[in-house]
């Protein structure tokens, strides 16, 4: 599955909408939108923000360059992972 279609199914699972899933991650409504497009795609930064809004801890879809990133949700200050 390509990270765009899998990213709306993300957010929309968590039951946010483009606004306020931008909002969270502080990036423009059109940054989000240009990813769940295809458009573009958010730097590895980004992308374990991306993560932890939606409430993965597996892998996220790969990239196009066929790597593969790991977030872990949880865990706060103590750095103990879920």
């Known amino acids: ?4 279609t ?3 199914r993300l957010r929309k699972a968590a039951g946010l909408s483009q606004s306020q899933a931008a909002a969270r991650l502080g990036v423009p409504v ?3 939108q240009k990813w769940e ?6 730097t590895e930064f980004v992308m374990g923000n991306v993560c ?3 409430g993965m ?9 066929g790597g593969r990133h790991r977030a872990q949700h949880g865990g706060g200050a103590t ?4």
């Open 52 to 54: 932890q809004l939606v």
């Open 79 to 82: 750095g103990r992972g879920n």
């Open 57 to 65: 801890v597996s892998r996220v879809p790969a990239r196009a360059s």
């Open 1 to 4: 599955m390509k990270f765009s």
């Open 37 to 42: 497009q295809g458009e573009r795609e958010p």
């Open 30 to 32: 059109r940054t989000l």
């Open 6 to 8: 899998e990213l709306v």
